[in-house]
């Protein structure tokens, strides 16, 4: 495990703590946008849980909404759910989750974001996330990911296109 970033050393106690099988794992390329791990791991785009931060307004919480890499996020319906958000830029991002943006795990976070999963990402089996590093990737399913952080699956996305 001490060959692996201090993030993902991080993402890997962690997952352990909490008896998830997977280990984190590194690709040879980078990760950090869902299409570079989707090519990188052979799976659907969708397969891709990509972990977006918002920054909630009225108390400047960092909000993680972990959605489906073939789906946008609709921030009107965010903020229906958690109150008024806007975006993230790198510097909060990586203050309030400990990680850089392109490898924000949904776990280990340095402070405990409010937290909403994409109901799209139970449209598969089997899902991947980001291990708190561009090059690191773990495996794991929808309701893995429920148990994982605790949050609630919620419609977040926008309507896909026909």
């Known amino acids: 495990m001490h060959a692996l970033p201090e993030s993902t050393q991080r993402v890997a106690a962690e997952l352990q703590r909490l008896r998830h099988p997977h280990a984190p794992r590194m690709l040879d390329d980078a990760a950090r946008t869902a299409q570079q791990a989707a090519d990188g791991l052979g799976v659907a785009l969708g397969q891709i849980a990509k972990s977006i931060i918002f920054r909630r307004k009225s108390d400047d919480a960092a909000v993680l909404v972990v959605t489906s890499g073939d789906r946008r996020v609709d921030e009107k319906k965010v903020d229906a759910l958690v109150g008024k958000t806007c975006r993230a830029d790198a510097e909060f991002v990586k203050a309030k989750t400990g990680f850089a943006i392109g490898g924000v795990s949904p776990v280990a976070h340095s402070t405990a974001p409010v937290t909403l999963i994409d109901r799209e990402l139970f449209r598969f089996d089997?899902?991947?996330?980001?291990?708190?590093?561009?090059?690191?990737?773990?495996?794991?399913?929808?309701?893995?990911?429920?148990?994982?952080?605790?949050?609630?699956?919620?419609?977040?996305?926008?309507?896909?296109s026909a």
């Not at 089997?126 to 561009?134: C, D, K, S």
């Open 126 to 160: 089997v899902i991947w996330a980001a291990a708190g590093h561009p090059h690191g990737v773990f495996q794991l399913s929808p309701h893995d990911l429920q148990r994982l952080t605790g949050a609630p699956v919620a419609d977040v996305v926008q309507e896909a």
